[in-house]
């Protein structure tokens, strides 16, 4: 990690120094907590409404579609058009989209069409915002400054979820409608904070000097699919993103595991909660611990540690079939997880090439996540044929080989740039 990532800091302000990066943390800590909020109010306000639980559900269903549909035309946006308009433009929607519901919510109960209406626009919205504030802080943040600016960007958003449900409960005691404005007012506090932050500056994967020959159709294709090529082409970040993607499954089905397993045993609420909160804190300290890591070992121990520790612990929860370890193992990979994930995206951050960053991000994403809702299903085949226990090893075995794959990763290789890239086209 050392020979990839320039860690010279002589002559470089502190990051908290830095106006645009803290304000534009600053903006997001506020949007994030009040995400947060209306993820947990709103299948609550469905319920209350009358609807089934079912079709509450159909709110996290309606999530995740649409941020897999939306990932890579947010990172194509991202990587063609001005970032601080794409940024401006995805707060003040949302804040309007969320204040809506918050207006109507004073009136009468909710439908299930505003309600699934206001997740489908949030959260394509937030797919654009991302990667162009990627993009952003790649741009305000030196590089060997990216580390603790993408380690503290992910402590925000575990700082959300820890705050998020106390304070959801909270407000929406005293109306159904107090959370929703509080998240439409976050939102423009966001907006305000990317407009003073954020200068623009247009990115284009084709200068105007040089205009493309080829048909508008074929310069399409070739500009959407960059990001595809880039990571076929790059061994380090193919074989990255498979092992994320084995990652996300194991880690998805380890907290259905810890859920449905654990919560039918006897006070099972209490612990799965206990547990929950423990890793959202757990997962604060370790994104809070990433410079330390990405200084002091190496990228492939990084990569190995998280899930060697996950099995170890599981292994123990095999063996004396106790619910601690297995919760400790849940805990370790909570811990490590966001280490690892900040290194591979310093990584990137620092070797892919600006005009194609937005579009080699989500597609890394996308493949990472692609296999993700697999977890809760595997999960619940494996405690209706085994017990927890024996649920606990299936799982350790499946991180031991994860923990594996670093081991044989190729080291980070020199960008492809855009110039090649479309010669080879």
């Known amino acids: 990690m050392t020979a990839t990532v320039p860690l010279n800091t002589v002559n470089t302000p502190r990051l ?9 943390w600053i903006g997001q800590a506020l949007s994030d907590f009040g995400s947060s909020m209306t993820f947990i109010v709103m299948p609550l306000v469905l319920l209350a409404a009358g609807y089934s639980a079912t079709v509450a559900a159909t709110i996290g269903t309606a999530s995740l579609v649409v941020a897999l549909v939306t990932r890579l035309p947010a990172g194509y946006l991202s990587d063609r058009y001005d970032q ?12 309007v989209t969320v204040g809506a519901v918050a207006l109507y919510v004073l ?15 949030s959260d394509a919205a937030l797919e654009v915002f991302r990667p162009a504030q990627n993009k952003v802080i790649r741009r305000i943040v030196p590089p060997q400054q ?7 960007n992910q402590a925000r958003a ?4 820890i705050a998020a449900p106390a304070a959801a409960g909270l407000l929406l005691s005293l109306s159904p409608s107090v959370p929703f404005t509080v998240d439409a007012l976050t939102f423009g506090a966001s907006a305000l904070c990317v407009a003073a932050a954020v200068r623009s500056r247009r990115s284009t994967a084709t200068p105007a000097s040089a205009p493309d020959p080829r048909p ?16 076929i082409r790059d061994p380090f970040m193919r074989c990255s993103a498979a092992y994320f993607a084995g990652i996300n499954v194991a880690f998805s089905a380890l907290a259905f595991a810890l859920i449905l397993g654990v919560g039918r045993e006897p006070h099972g609420a209490v612990m799965v909660g206990t547990a929950m909160s423990a890793a959202a804190v757990v997962g604060l300290v370790g994104s809070l611990l990433t410079p330390l890591f990405q200084r002091h070992i190496s990228l492939k121990v990084t990569l190995s540690a998280a899930p060697a520790l996950g099995a170890a612990l599981l ?8 619910t601690v370890a297995f919760v400790a193992g ?8 966001p280490v690892t994930a900040a290194t591979f995206a310093t990584i990137m951050a620092v070797a892919v090439p600006e005009e194609i960053y937005g579009r080699v991000t989500t597609t890394s994403s996308l493949l990472a996540q692609l296999l993700q809702p697999l977890g809760p299903l595997a999960a619940g085949l494996l405690l209706a044929r085994l017990s927890l226990p024996s649920t606990a090893g299936v799982l350790a075995v499946a991180l031991a080989l994860l923990a594996g794959v670093p081991l044989a990763l190729p080291a980070p290789t020199q960008p492809i740039t855009p110039a090649q890239d479309r010669s080879s086209s």
């Open 84 to 95: 601080r308009t794409l940024m401006l433009l995805c707060d003040l929607l949302r804040m």
């Open 315 to 322: 292994a123990l929860a095999w063996a004396g079939g106790g």
């Open 107 to 121: 009136l009468r109960p909710v439908p299930i069409a505003l309600a699934l209406a206001t997740v489908i626009v």
């Open 16 to 24: 908290s120094r830095n106006r645009e990066f803290r304000l534009l």
């Open 158 to 161: 575990y700082g959300a979820d």
């Open 216 to 231: 508008e159709r074929t310069r399409f294709r070739t500009e959407f699919t960059a990001g595809w090529r880039y990571l």
């Open 330 to 337: 849940f805990c370790a990979l909570c811990l490590l997880t």
């Open 146 to 152: 990216l580390g603790a600016a993408l380690s503290l």
